[in-house]
């Protein structure tokens, strides 16, 4: 079934595991896909793994917002519309008490995680197709706390209020905002966690986190996109200003 068939789809952080997966994703239903990334040999990479002539990249710092418009802009150009923005770059920071938590990487955070939420927003909105879609990666760790992600745990809250406010403006148009709230992952941000919990002891924080999740493990990367796919197609055309756990049963607690 062709769920996002001739939809046009831009995803940031689109070299990453949940980007990718995501792409492939929007591509077997029909879309065609603008990924968004820092580093350009990452996001030929992710290129040649989907192998198909719907999938183009750009280049970008989320963090500038002219790097925002470049991005937007190069979509329309490519493939002459936006029809959904999985607004999903991200960084976690590092794992510190809040008393000695970095004041640069804080700022770094906030700056990519909301600030470039914000900006991605600001700048596809005005290009996007009336009764679009916009996903926002936040994570359970904007529904509440973990000591030591003071940086990351705050801008997964922040993007909480950036998407209700971003889905009321937007109503008007019939664009959609929603927020994928993920539990912990298995891929390279959460080994960088596990590792930044207790150095040394990585394989012992994993699996004591997936005793808190109650189907006992860590969420596949495709089973977030599966998540983002539901919010960026037509099944969800009266879903909008809300947050969505794919989380293993955390939220049941």
């Not at 700056?111 to 009764?131: H, I, S």
């Not at 801008?155 to 971003?166: D, P, R, T």
């Not at 992952?185 to 999740?213: C, Q, W, Y």
Request: glycine content about 10%; proline content about 3%.
């Amino acid at each position: 079934m062709n769920r996002l068939k001739d939809k046009v789809a831009v995803i940031t952080g689109g070299a990453g595991s949940i980007g990718k997966a995501t792409a492939k994703l929007f591509l077997a239903h029909g879309a065609k896909v603008m990924l968004v990334d820092l580093g350009e040999d990452a996001l030929k990479e992710a290129i040649a793994e989907l192998g198909s002539e719907n999938v183009a990249y750009t280049v970008a710092d989320v963090t500038k917002f002219a790097d925002a418009e470049n991005y937007a802009q190069k979509t329309v150009e490519r493939f002459g519309a936006i029809d959904v923005f999985f607004n999903n770059a991200g960084i976690e920071g590092v794992v510190k008490p809040l008393t000695e938590y970095p004041e640069d990487v804080f700022d770094k955070v906030l700056a990519v995680n909301v600030k470039g939420v914000w900006f991605g927003n600001k700048a596809v909105y005005p290009k996007m197709n009336d009764g679009g879609s916009i996903i926002i990666s936040s994570s359970v760790a904007g529904l509440s706390g973990t000591a030591g992600t003071l940086a990351y745990t705050t801008s997964k809250h922040a993007v909480i209020g950036l998407m209700k406010v971003s889905a009321l403006e937007f109503a008007e148009r019939k664009i959609r905002v929603n927020t994928v709230n993920p539990s912990p992952v298995d891929n390279r941000m959460m080994r960088s966690l596990e590792e930044g919990f207790a150095p040394g002891h990585a394989a012992a924080v994993k699996a004591d986190l997936e005793k808190t999740i109650p189907l006992a493990r860590y969420a596949q990367p495709e089973e977030i996109s599966a998540m983002v796919l539901f919010l960026a197609s037509d099944d969800s055309k009266f879903i909008t200003g809300t947050y969505n756990r794919v989380d293993g049963g955390m939220g049941a607690k």
